[in-house]
């Protein structure tokens, strides 16, 4: 019914940079909050950042001033840049997404992607 794919993970440094991207397709009437989110390996699920219908964004503090996250609505897409990676932050992005779902009223559900995997190298 509905689906959301991630990609834009893979190796990268210690310092450098990787752009992550979701999209969501399917019976979609509209999308509220887009987030990414962060499982290291053995660690629990951290919240990393949301992107809003309005265009406001909020992140986790450990993160902010490095990653932007940004939407397309037109796209049903979000996107996370990241900068000066840290070998710490290296697992399984995902993303998230409250969607009000094509003839369910104005009913909110949330959908996950499978994730895409990050490895920062030290």
């Known amino acids: 019914q509905v689906q959301l794919v991630e990609s834009g993970g893979g190796l990268v440094q210690a310092g450098g940079s990787q752009r992550l991207s979701c999209a969501a397709s399917?019976?979609?009437?509209?999308?509220?909050?887009m987030d990414w989110y962060r499982q290291a390996p053995g660690k629990q699920r951290e919240w990393v950042a949301a992107a809003f219908t309005s265009g406001s964004t909020t992140y986790v503090n450990s993160v902010e001033g490095r990653f932007t996250i940004s939407r397309d609505n037109a796209k049903n897409s979000v996107y996370l840049q990241m900068n000066d990676l840290k070998p710490e932050e290296t697992g399984l992005y995902c993303c998230?997404?409250?969607?009000?779902?094509?003839?369910?009223?104005?009913?909110?559900?949330?959908?996950w992607g499978p994730g895409t995997q990050v490895t920062v190298s030290s």
């Open positions: 399917g019976s979609i009437f509209h999308i509220n909050v």
């Open positions: 998230r997404a409250q969607i009000i779902v094509l003839n369910e009223g104005s009913r909110t559900r949330d959908f």
